[in-house]
T-cell receptor, first 114, second 109 residues
Framework: KAGVTQTPRYLIKTRGQQVTLSCSPI?????VSWYQQTPGQGLQFLFE???????NKGNFPGRFSGRQFSNSRSEMNVSTLELGDSALYLC?????????????FGSGTRLTVV | QKEVEQNSGPLSVPEGAIASLNCTYS??????FFWYRQYSGKSPELIMF????GDKEDGRFTAQLNKASQYVSLLIRDSQPSDSATYLC?????????FGAGTILRVKS
């Protein structure tokens, strides 16, 4: 059974540009969450989607957005990139709406903003 | 006050000893509790989850939950050098899974 797939693995962007990251959950998983991980802040919750609906959003500026498609694949977009957006972006999927069996993480996308 | 708090460590234990990792949380309505392990340069890996007060054992790992004290712990018995990693406590309340900053565990052979 394939795990959570995130693409691309690495990205280098310039300040002011925008970026789109992709996440394909485990087959059958309908809940997808996104996290930003940095050495100083740890894992910070960005948003969670279930059945194409955003159910919760973390404390990030509106430059961070996301969506989920009918096949449960999800994308997140960051516009007007800032140096501080450099981080590892992790996607996690879970089987049900409440994630009662936990969340499985993908390998992440490492974004570097220069 | 942070929503989920962990001692950053590092916690150093000799090989074969019991490692005890602790976590406190602020949201009394939290219902699900998870422990993740993260090796350097890798993504978090789920070790255990617990929902009810008391202990839950899985191999060398035991998770303990005390909702009245808003406290979760993870015990690792017979610690091995391969257990050296950062251990993340995660708490789910509503539709959000909140992580602690993690505790670095070092097992010395």
């Amino acid at each position: 059974k394939a795990g959570v797939t995130q693409t691309p693995r690495y990205l280098i962007k310039t300040r002011g540009q925008q970026v789109t990251l992709s996440c394909s959950p485990i087959s059958g998983h309908r809940s997808v969450s996104w996290y930003q991980q940095t050495p100083g802040q740890g894992l910070q919750f960005l948003f969670e989607y279930f059945s194409e609906t955003q159910r919760n959003k973390g404390n990030f500026p509106g430059r961070f957005s996301g969506r989920q498609f009918s096949n449960s694949r999800s994308e997140m977009n960051v516009s007007t990139l800032e140096l501080g957006d450099s981080a590892l972006y992790l996607c996690a999927s879970s089987l049900g709406a409440q994630g009662v069996y936990g969340y499985t993480f993908g390998s992440g996308t490492r974004l570097t903003v220069v | 006050q942070k929503e989920v708090e962990q001692n950053s460590g590092p916690l150093s234990v000799p090989e074969g000893a019991i490692a005890s990792l602790n976590c406190t949380y602020s949201d009394r309505g939290s219902q699900s509790f998870f422990w993740y392990r993260q090796y350097s340069g890798k993504s978090p890996e789920l070790i255990m989850f617990i929902y009810s007060n008391g202990d839950k054992e899985d191999g060398r790992f035991t998770a303990q939950l005390n909702k009245a004290s808003q406290y979760v712990s993870l015990l690792i018995r017979d610690s091995q050098p391969s257990d050296s990693a950062t251990y993340l406590c995660a708490v789910k309340g509503g539709n959000k899974l909140v992580f602690g900053a993690g505790t670095i565990l070092r097992v010395k052979s």
